[in-house]
C-alpha cells in the first residue's frame, strides 16, 4: 500500500505520518509539503531516514509537478491534509486559502482521475457547519447540518468540500471526507489557541483571550482524530462525509486557565484583547455516524490529553523556539502590537 499524505510537515498531517508508519510498518509514506510558514521538516526528523518514507517539497495546487508525482509513484490512496488553516491570516489575506485550499484540491483529485481513480480522501473541519448558539447545548453539528461558513478561511474548506463531493457524483472518483472539530496535542504550531498559550505561558508571557474568552470549542486529541482518519481509509463508505469529534466543549478562557493552572502560572498573565471578526461561537460534534458506522471513540481524556501536550512543549523547546523566530515573529507583532 503506498499513500500520499499531503501537509505532512504540519501538525495533523505530521501526527498522522507517525501514526501510519508507526501502525504499518508494511506500507510507503510519501509525504508532498510546500514548507510554508506552517510546515517543518523538524517535525519529520526522526522518520526521514526510514525507507519506507518520502518526502517531497511541493505544492498541491501546481498542476505540473504533482503530475510528475503521480507518474513517479502509484498511489492507492490519497490523504489531504495540506491547507491554509488558521482563520486569522484567512481575515488578513483570503487569497492564499482559495489557492491551496480549493485549487489546489481540484489539481489533486485530477490527478487521482488520470493516475487509475485512485481513493481520496479529504481532511475538513467542523468550521464548515458555521457556529451554534451558547445557550443551545442540545444542537450539534451532524453530516447533514447545512454548510454555512464564517471565514474565508472555512469558506475555503467548504468550497473543497463540495468539489469533492462534485467529484464523487460525477466522475465516480472515490472519495470520503472527514470534519474534525479542533486537535489539540505535539506538533501544533504556535499560533493557535493551545500551543499559543503554552509557550506564552511558560514564559510569563500576556495571554491574548479575543472577547470575553466564552466561545467554545469541541476539542479533540490529535491521535484520535490520526486513528479516525485511518478508519476512514480503510472502511469507509465511498461518497461519505463522516464527523469527529469527542463531546468536549470548552470555552477559550476554561481552557487558558486549565493551562495555567497546570504550569503552576498566575491567572493575572490573561489579557483580553479585541475580538476577531465574525467569531464563531460555539462548534459541537455529534459523532453519532463514525461510531455507528465504523466503530470509533475517542481514547485521550482531555484531562490527560493537555497534560501530555504541555509536558511535550516544555520537553521540546527547540522545535518551538526555531518557529517562534523569524516570519512568525512578525506575524505576531502584526497581529497583537508589541
Ligand atoms: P497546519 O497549518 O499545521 O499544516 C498545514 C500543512 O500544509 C503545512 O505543513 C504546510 O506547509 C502545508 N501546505 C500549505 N499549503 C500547501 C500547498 N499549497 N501545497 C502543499 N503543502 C501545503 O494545519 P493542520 O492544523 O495540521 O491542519 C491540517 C488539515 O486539517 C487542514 O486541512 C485543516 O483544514 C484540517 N483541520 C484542522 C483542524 C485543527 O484543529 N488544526 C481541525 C479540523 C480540520
Ligand atoms: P484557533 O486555535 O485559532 O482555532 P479556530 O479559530 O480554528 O477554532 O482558536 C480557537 C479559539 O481561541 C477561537 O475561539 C479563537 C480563540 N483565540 C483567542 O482567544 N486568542 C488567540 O490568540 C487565538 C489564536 C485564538
Not at 498542476?63 to 488553516?85: G, R, T
Not at 518551538?320 to 502590537?337: C, L, P, R, V
Amino acid at each position: 500500500m503506498k499513500i500520499l499524505v499531503t501537509g505532512g510537515a504540519g501538525f495533523i498531517g505530521g501526527n498522522f505520518v507517525h501514526y501510519m508508519l508507526n501502525k504499518y510498518p508494511n506500507y510507503d509514506i510519501v509525504c508532498l509539503d510546500k514548507l510554508t510558514y506552517a510546515g517543518n521538516l523538524s517535525t519529520l526528523k526522526s522518520v526521514m531516514d526510514n525507507p519506507k518514507f518520502t518526502f517531497c517539497k511541493g505544492d498541491i495546487a501546481d498542476k505540473n509537478y504533482v503530475d510528475k508525482l503521480f507518474c513517479e509513484h502509484k498511489f492507492d490512496i490519497v490523504v489531504n491534509f495540506a491547507a491554509e488553516s488558521h482563520v486569522d491570516r484567512s481575515i488578513e489575506n483570503p487569497q492564499i486559502f482559495l489557492i491551496t485550499n480549493v485549487v489546489g484540491t481540484g489539481v489533486l483529485m485530477d490527478c487521482c482521475r488520470k493516475h487509475g481513480n485512485i481513493r481520496f480522501h479529504q481532511v475538513s473541519t467542523d468550521e464548515v457547519y458555521g457556529d451554534l448558539p451558547l445557550d443551545r447545548p442540545d444542537l450539534l453539528f451532524t453530516e447533514n447540518t447545512p454548510i454555512h461558513t464564517s471565514s474565508p478561511y472555512s469558506s475555503s474548506k467548504a468550497g473543497a468540500d463540495l468539489l469533492v463531493l462534485s467529484y464523487f457524483r460525477t466522475f465516480g472518483l472515490p472519495v470520503t471526507i472527514s470534519r474534525c472539530s479542533n486537535n489539540y496535542g505535539p506538533y501544533h504550531f504556535p499560533e493557535k489557541l493551545i500551543p499559543l498559550m503554552i509557550t506564552r505561558a511558560i514564559y510569563d508571557k500576556s495571554l491574548p483571550v479575543y472577547g470575553n474568552g466564552l466561545n467554545v470549542r469541541d476539542w479533540l486529541y490529535v491521535e484520535d482524530h490520526c486513528r479516525a482518519i485511518d478508519l476512514i481509509i480503510h472502511n469507509g463508505k465511498i461518497g461519505e462525509v463522516y464527523n469527529v469529534g469527542g463531546h468536549n466543549e470548552k470555552s477559550n478562557i476554561d481552557i487558558v486557565k486549565i493551562i495555567l493552572k497546570q504550569l503552576g502560572k498566575s491567572e493575572d498573565l490573561i489579557t483580553f484583547v479585541e475580538d476577531r471578526k465574525g467569531h464563531d461561537m460555539r462548534y459541537a460534534i455529534d459523532p453519532t455516524k463514525i461510531y455507528n458506522d465504523l466503530g470509533w471513540l475517542p481514547e485521550t481524556k482531555f484531562e490527560d490529553g493537555i497534560k501530555k501536550t504541555i509536558e511535550w512543549y516544555l520537553e521540546n523547546q527547540d522545535w518551538w523556539k526555531e518557529i517562534i523566530s523569524g516570519e512568525y515573529k512578525n506575524y505576531y507583532d502584526k497581529m497583537y502590537g508589541k
